[in-house]
């Protein structure tokens, strides 16, 4: 019978039955029946109402009522209540705990609907309130915390570093309080963290982690503060630290059921770790582990996507490019399923076109070059990856022969570098390959501009670190210099490339850099041979060959043939014995007709009829002619005859035989085109790795003026995800540090 029914019903029993009521709401929240609860609540609230003086039975009516909303997930609700509450407490006297209990309560419900700002406000509230309660240092210490926890949401982790250190000096006055204060710890090492003060995160992290050790049912927390410490170690650059503490926390998951996705993001980041300590193998094993678990959890395709991603870079890292551009594929085609991940299909697509360019594939990369800058331009803050696509679109058109095409993209990527922070290494490679493809436009004085341009800004980003990497790419410049001098028909002279020559014999370059030592040695025979030094050409002539076919590359040490069969022609005219005359050319002879006969069959690695009969005239049939006038000085009409009926034979077949070249120590490599003795260049033939802000690329320097090859920027390498759990901050597993405050049950 309702209250209306018995109209006549004295306050006594109205009473009564609400504290029935209530009493009855309690036990059932007790046992976790927040349904039985809130009905019995509200039952207690409309009897309350009928009863005089009975502000305070409402008041905690409303109060428990929101409690119950809250725990059911109907936090709308549960605000709603608190605030109903709290406006019932204000007018009574003596409830100023009651005040702040719904003032926390409430900022809790804010907190979990995503408003940090309006729960920042009540915790704010709550603890001015508990400050003039004696006995409440613990709501103080929950206050504070969670206020740190609010300000951490809203991105100020100074605010929630101060907050944190002020709940953990106040818990350390308590007794119990030992989880309390592991709690402080670890998310004061996340703030620390996100200041950049990695150390001091890492103590917090292993402060809090000894705490837990010590306290019953913190597994889970321990694997926390186990994860997050690896991440700090990982950005200080101690990867074995981290990969470390990543195994403990993955191990301490295991035993954690339901923990799967935390199973999989310490593979994920143990993978990370792996690679950037060289282990690329086991880095793809945890990669594929973490794959496998993600493919079991429901809402896991973009974790999906990171991992295969990364399964891409380090198979491409181990040389498995086929490997690579499947996992990028793969990758990309679950990226556009979901929203928001332009910049990742971008990234797919970027590095997709390098494991394609490093197939021989230039004509694909550019494709894909292409369609990751589209993505790009319409992202803010991408500058530095539009660059670097439009910087290896270049390269890729330059492998295709477009010397001119690449000239424009590199000239655009330099325009975007120079308007970026820290990228004197990135401008220099533009202008570097600028030069190289002037150069093959023959546009010398423009090459060596470009080139002086690019010395100087190499010379005012040298770091201790990077030295000797810079050293050597520079001396790549003073060679191309000399070159465009030769061309230019102005004055250089053997010591312009001796320099070179001294910085790529010293010991921390020698075992990379014996083609350069034989590019230096080729022109400083140039050189020598245009001053007249004869003897010295031939000595550096030879040693450059002998170079050549130590690093195997036996057609270059062919290509010096020419010029050195010159100078010994050239040696022969000076001599007075008949005998030696002869003898010196026999040998120029020979060395001519081996020459002739190897360029004529590079000819045929050209795709184009014209660009074969191109290079048919201007390389092959030229050295041919110097073959038939040492035949002619030797005074043997039947050799003439012979090397002319050789040169129709050989001069009429045109099979076109593409494809790539096997090295002497049988790497595959794409062939590149030979120039003539004065115009050849080549780079520091290694790689080095350059950190910035958000890329990590490496800086290849390659043969220039003439080849297919360039300095080489490849993909920023982005490894997904970054280096932290969703649920990173320990309070928010249970999210306040004390149960919700409630009314005292009668």
């Not at 040169?647 to 099979?655: A, E, M, P």
């Amino acid at each position: 019978m309702t209250n209306d029914e018995q109209p006549n019903e004295s306050e006594d029993e109205l009473r009564r039955r609400a504290e029935e009521s209530f009493n009855t709401g309690a036990t059932a929240f007790r046992r976790g029946d927040c349904s039985e609860a809130l009905s019995s609540f509200e039952n207690a609230l409309v009897l309350y109402q009928g009863v005089t003086d009975a502000e305070r039975d409402q008041a905690d009516c409303l109060s428990n009522s929101g409690v119950a909303l809250g725990e059911s997930g109907d936090l709308r609700g549960a605000l709603e209540r608190f605030d109903q509450a709290l406006a019932f407490y204000q007018g009574l006297p003596g409830t100023e705990r009651d005040q702040a209990s719904c003032l926390y309560n409430s900022g809790n419900a804010l907190g979990k609907l995503g408003d940090w700002r309006g729960a920042l406000e009540r915790y704010e509230r709550a603890l001015a309130l508990y400050r003039g309660i004696p006995g409440a240092e613990r709501d103080q210490a929950s206050c504070l915390y969670n206020s740190g926890n609010a300000l951490g949401e809203s991105g100020d982790s100074r605010g929630a570093l101060e907050r944190y250190e002020r709940a953990l000096a106040l818990h350390r006055k308590l007794p119990g309080t030992e989880r309390n204060q592991a709690n402080c710890l670890s998310n004061s090492g996340n703030a620390l963290d996100e200041l950049g003060d990695l150390r001091g995160a890492l103590e917090r992290f292993d402060q809090a982690l000894a705490f837990y050790q010590g306290l019953p049912g913190t597994e889970r927390d321990q694997a926390s503060c186990l994860y997050n410490s690896g991440n700090a170690l990982g950005k200080l650059g101690d990867w074995r630290g981290a990969l470390e503490r990543y195994e403990r926390a993955l191990a301490l998951y295991r035993g954690i059921p339901g923990a799967e996705r935390d199973q999989a993001s310490c593979l994920y980041n143990s993978g990370i770790a792996l690679g950037e300590s060289g282990d690329w193998r086991g880095a793809l094993e945890r990669y594929e582990r973490a794959l496998a678990l993600h493919r079991k959890l429901p809402g896991t395709e973009r974790d999906q996507a990171s991992c295969l991603y990364n399964s891409g870079i380090a198979l491409g890292e181990s040389g498995d490019w086929r490997g690579a551009l499947e996992r990028y594929e793969r990758a990309l085609a679950l990226h556009r399923k979901l929203p928001g991940t332009e910049r990742n299909q971008a990234n797919c697509l970027y590095n997709s076109g390098n494991a394609l360019r490093s197939l021989g594939d230039s004509r694909g990369a550019l494709e894909r070059y292409e369609r990751a800058l589209a993505l790009y331009r319409k992202l803010p803050g991408t500058e530095r990856n539009q660059a670097s696509c439009l910087y290896n679109s270049g390269n890729a058109l330059r492998s295709l022969g477009d010397s001119r095409g690449a000239l424009e993209r590199y000239e655009r990527a330099l325009a975007l570098y120079r308007k970026l922070p820290g990228t004197e290494r990135n401008q220099a490679s533009c202008l570097y390959n600028s030069g190289a493809a002037l150069g093959e436009l023959g546009d010398w004085r423009s090459a060596l501009d470009r080139f002086k341009q690019t010395l100087t800004l190499l010379n005012q980003s040298i770091h201790e670190t990077d030295r000797i990497e810079v050293e050597r790419i520079s001396v790549c410049c003073v060679q191309s210099i000399g070159v465009c001098l030769v061309n230019l028909d102005e004055a250089v002279f053997p010591d312009h490339f001796a320099r070179a020559l001294e910085v790529f014999r010293r010991p921390e370059h020698v075992d990379h850099t014996k083609a350069n030592q034989a590019s230096c040695l080729r022109s400083i025979g140039n050189g020598r041979s245009a001053t007249g030094d004869l003897n010295g050409a031939v000595e550096a002539y030879q040693q450059a060959q002998d170079l050549y076919r130590q690093v195997g590359q036996p057609e270059r040490a062919t290509e010096i043939n020419v010029p050195l069969a010159r100078v010994l022609k050239r040696k022969a005219a000076t001599l007075d014995s008949i005998f030696e005359r002869l003898v010196l050319l026999e040998e120029s002879l020979n060395l001519t007709i081996e020459a002739a006969l190897s360029l004529d069959r590079a000819r045929f690695r050209l795709e184009r009829l014209d660009d074969r009969q191109r290079w048919f005239q201007i390389h092959a049939q030229s050295t041919m002619d110097l073959a038939l006038e040492v035949a002619a000085e030797l005074g043997r009409p039947h050799l003439i005859s012979d090397l002319i009926a050789t040169w129709r034979t050989v001069g009429t077949l045109d099979v076109p035989r593409t494809g790539l070249s096997r090295t002497a120590g049988g790497e595959s490599r794409t062939s590149d085109q030979p120039v003539t003795a004065t115009g050849h260049l080549t780079g520091a033939n290694s790689a080095k790795k350059m950190s910035e802000e958000d890329e990590r690329s490496s800086f290849v320097a390659g043969p220039s003026v003439g080849s297919q090859t360039a300095i080489i920027a490849h993909l920023p390498r982005q490894p997904g995800p970054g280096l932290l759990m969703p649920h990173h901050r320990t309070a928010l597993a249970g999210y306040d540090q004390t149960p919700a405050h409630t009314a005292v049950y009668r």
